[in-house]
């Protein structure tokens, strides 16, 4: 009875002293991310193709932010945004697992005993600071103090079980590299974070509990673990995000393969490269954090020139969708070598935009049947997708092509140009800033109505379901007017979907009018006026940037 009651107390001193540790690690990381968070996912972004640059990347911007899982759930969502391809993370996904290592050097000197005092600056630093930038360096002050003290505490929950018996016993299964493995990558898994694993392991090696060669298979099981953040951050990802997920569990699965067989051989050269002598209980903990180093450094060096080889073995393992891939936001036309002849690269960067108006056609005539429920609820091209997704798909390609198009005419306008082409470059320009801006309205609009379903959208009346549709029907014969009045930059055809503009606006004033008159008389007009009133709006501001591109259309062609 003793003997679990004894247990029983160590265990819920460490579970607490475990939860001030994560919750430190949280609000540390939190602090960290909001002083530098967006600048970290920036910097990452622009990492070229250069290996050795994003390793350095990866590793400063772990160490930085002291969580690969965050590392790894920001590239998962960079690749997922195209804003990097899964090849220029490979590189990153090295880098990043040699950052974790910094903790685990800096708790093996034991400067967990100063947690105090650093939580108690860190917080007077973010109670007094007024500088929204000291506040969220006194916020990670104060979480890494926390996390310094949970591990104090961790540390003297565990100091009684030196000379506990079934502990020891229990310990000594871990003599067995197969189940420390084992139990070092389903306890990462469970709490979700390597580091605060690595601290466990240091931890009891400090008390004494834990030899270097049990050590080391329970760091190489946390490395497996922690892949479960980013392989959760994945689901339902696009292919190239999946394959960074999988990278990480390929790099680190191959390396404990490599390591397993090695311990004591291993174990003997970190002891070489280590101190033996010093306080007690820093010895084993500063060689425990030495080995993850060197693994994690030996790891990087090895995979590093084999970059390459593990990018076509992940395209083989995740190959390429025909259908995800024509879903994907890319550029079909605009290419950097024609740049040197800019009527050819005009023609391109034309070619595009019109590209973008037929993707708005689509979008635009989707708008109506995703409010009102009407019609079919799959997407008309990809039946995988609903009316609401498609559209959604189809405003990030908008976006992508819109950004990609612009950064290409500024490109083309530093060229020699005449004066017909400099005035097609900057109408361009404006079109596709009008045309995004089109796709942004849609999403706006769908945004307004997240929880309306098609059954609460059906008790709008028939009559106004009538004006609706006609003035969807007139919005949509426009924007595909301007498709062939983009391909041939015509102001002819411009200039006749300018007249019609008025019709456009006469329909709406009638079509608000009526509405107004139904709600005098007919109670399920006023249930559905906000809902009618914000379809009639977002119409009258797409109208409005169709009308600016068909007049961007005449100023190109004016001489």
């Given at each position: 009875?003793?003997?679990?009651?004894?247990?029983?107390?160590?265990?819920?001193?460490?579970a607490?002293?475990?939860?001030?540790?994560?919750?430190?690690?949280?609000?540390?990381?939190?602090?960290?991310?909001?002083?530098a968070?967006?600048?970290?996912?920036?910097?990452?972004?622009?990492i070229?193709?250069?290996?050795?640059?994003?390793l350095?990347?990866?590793?400063?911007?772990?160490?930085?932010?002291?969580?690969?899982?965050?590392?790894?759930?920001m590239?998962?969502?960079?690749?997922?945004?195209?804003?990097?391809?899964?090849?220029?993370?490979?590189?990153?996904?090295?880098?990043?697992e040699?950052g974790?290592?910094?903790?685990?050097?800096l708790?093996?000197?034991?400067?967990?005993?100063?947690?105090?005092?650093v939580?108690?600056?860190?917080?007077?630093?973010?109670?007094?600071?007024?500088r929204?930038?000291?506040?969220n360096?006194?916020?990670?002050?104060?979480?890494?103090?926390?996390?310094l003290?949970g591990?104090?505490?961790?540390?003297?929950?565990v100091?009684?079980?030196?000379?506990?018996?079934?502990?020891?016993e229990?310990?000594?299964?871990?003599?067995?590299?197969?189940?420390?493995?084992l139990?070092?990558?389903?306890?990462?898994?469970?709490?979700?974070?390597?580091?605060?694993?690595i601290?466990i392991?240091?931890t009891?090696?400090?008390?004494?509990?834990?030899?270097?060669?049990a050590?080391?298979?329970?760091l190489?099981?946390?490395?497996i673990?922690?892949?479960?953040?980013?392989?959760?951050?994945?689901?339902?990802?696009?292919?190239?995000?999946?394959?960074?997920?999988?990278?990480q569990?390929l790099?680190?699965?191959?390396?404990?393969?490599?390591?397993?067989f090695?311990?004591?051989?291993?174990?003997?050269?970190?002891?070489?490269?280590?101190?033996?002598?010093?306080?007690?209980?820093?010895?084993?903990?500063?060689?425990?954090?030495?080995?993850?180093?060197?693994y994690?450094?030996?790891?990087?060096?090895?995979?590093?020139?084999?970059?390459?080889?593990?990018?076509?073995?992940?395209?083989?393992?995740?190959?390429?969708?025909?259908e995800?891939?024509?879903?994907q936001?890319?550029?079909w036309?605009?290419?950097?070598?024609?740049?040197?002849?800019?009527?050819?690269a005009?023609?391109?960067?034309?070619?595009?935009t019109?590209?973008?108006?037929?993707?708005?056609?689509?979008?635009?005539?989707?708008?109506?049947?995703?409010?009102?429920?009407?019609?079919s609820?799959?997407d008309?091209?990809f039946?995988?997708?609903?009316?609401?997704?498609?559209?959604?798909?189809?405003?990030?390609?908008?976006?992508f092509?819109?950004?990609k198009?612009?950064?290409y005419?500024?490109?083309?306008s530093?060229?020699?140009?005449?004066?017909?082409?400099?005035?097609e470059?900057?109408?361009?320009?404006?079109?596709?800033?009008?045309q995004?801006?089109?796709g942004?309205?849609i999403e706006?609009?769908?945004?307004?109505l997240?929880?309306?379903?098609s059954?609460?959208?059906s008790?709008l009346?028939?009559?106004?379901?009538a004006?609706l549709?006609?003035?969807h029907?007139?919005l949509?014969?426009?924007?595909?007017?301007?498709?062939?009045?983009?391909?041939?930059?015509?102001?002819?055809?411009?200039s006749?979907i300018?007249?019609?503009?008025?019709?456009?606006?006469?329909?709406?004033?009638?079509?608000?009018?009526?509405?107004?008159?139904?709600?005098?008389?007919?109670?399920?007009?006023a249930?559905?006026?906000?809902?009618?009133m914000?379809?009639?709006?977002?119409?009258?501001?797409?109208?409005?940037?169709?009308?600016?591109?068909?007049?961007?259309?005449?100023n190109?062609?004016s001489?």
């Amino acid at each position: 009875m003793e003997s679990g009651l004894f247990f029983f107390s160590v265990a819920i001193a460490f579970a607490g002293g475990l939860a001030l540790f994560l919750y430190g690690i949280r609000v540390m990381s939190g602090g960290l991310k909001k002083a530098a968070g967006s600048r970290m996912r920036d910097f990452i972004a622009r990492i070229t193709d250069n290996r050795f640059s994003g390793l350095l990347a990866g590793a400063l911007a772990t160490m930085m932010v002291q969580s690969s899982s965050t590392i790894m759930v920001m590239l998962v969502g960079l690749v997922q945004s195209q804003l990097m391809t899964y090849q220029q993370a490979l590189s990153i996904i090295l880098g990043a697992e040699i950052g974790t290592t910094a903790m685990a050097q800096l708790i093996a000197f034991r400067i967990h005993e100063y947690g105090l005092p650093v939580f108690a600056a860190g917080f007077a630093i973010n109670l007094l600071s007024r500088r929204e930038a000291l506040r969220n360096a006194g916020e990670a002050l104060y979480g890494f103090g926390l996390f310094l003290f949970g591990m104090s505490i961790m540390s003297g929950a565990v100091a009684p079980l030196r000379s506990y018996g079934p502990f020891l016993e229990l310990l000594g299964y871990m003599e067995n590299p197969l189940y420390s493995v084992l139990a070092g990558m389903l306890l990462t898994g469970l709490i979700q974070s390597s580091g605060a694993f690595i601290v466990i392991v240091i931890t009891l090696a400090q008390q004494g509990s834990l030899s270097l060669e049990a050590g080391i298979p329970l760091l190489l099981g946390s490395n497996i673990g922690t892949c479960i953040t980013a392989s959760l951050a994945s689901l339902g990802m696009v292919r190239s995000a999946k394959r960074v997920a999988l990278a990480q569990v390929l790099f680190n699965v191959s390396g404990v393969a490599v390591f397993l067989f090695l311990i004591p051989w291993y174990a003997d050269l970190v002891r070489m490269l280590s101190p033996v002598e010093g306080v007690p209980g820093t010895v084993i903990p500063r060689q425990i954090a030495n080995a993850h180093t060197l693994y994690n450094v030996f790891m990087a060096v090895m995979f590093l020139p084999l970059i390459p080889f593990w990018a076509k073995l992940l395209t083989r393992l995740i190959p390429d969708s025909p259908e995800e891939t024509r879903r994907q936001p890319s550029v079909w036309y605009v290419t950097a070598t024609a740049l040197s002849t800019p009527s050819l690269a005009l023609s391109y960067a034309r070619a595009e935009t019109v590209r973008m108006n037929r993707i708005l056609e689509r979008m635009v005539g989707a708008s109506l049947p995703a409010i009102t429920g009407s019609g079919s609820a799959r997407d008309s091209v990809f039946a995988e997708l609903s009316l609401i997704g498609g559209i959604r798909m189809r405003e990030e390609k908008i976006d992508f092509i819109e950004s990609k198009v612009s950064d290409y005419l500024i490109a083309i306008s530093r060229q020699e140009l005449g004066e017909r082409e400099s005035r097609e470059v900057f109408a361009l320009m404006t079109i596709v800033k009008d045309q995004e801006s089109i796709g942004d309205s849609i999403e706006a609009l769908l945004q307004k109505l997240p929880e309306r379903t098609s059954k609460s959208s059906s008790a709008l009346t028939a009559e106004g379901k009538a004006d609706l549709r006609a003035l969807h029907a007139f919005l949509c014969s426009e924007v595909a007017g301007l498709t062939g009045a983009v391909q041939e930059m015509s102001a002819a055809r411009a200039s006749a979907i300018m007249h019609g503009a008025d019709d456009f606006l006469v329909l709406a004033a009638a079509a608000e009018a009526r509405h107004l008159q139904r709600l005098r008389s007919l109670p399920e007009s006023a249930m559905t006026h906000d809902r009618h009133m914000e379809l009639l709006h977002a119409f009258e501001e797409m109208h409005h940037y169709c009308k600016s591109i068909a007049r961007s259309i005449m100023n190109a062609g004016s001489q």
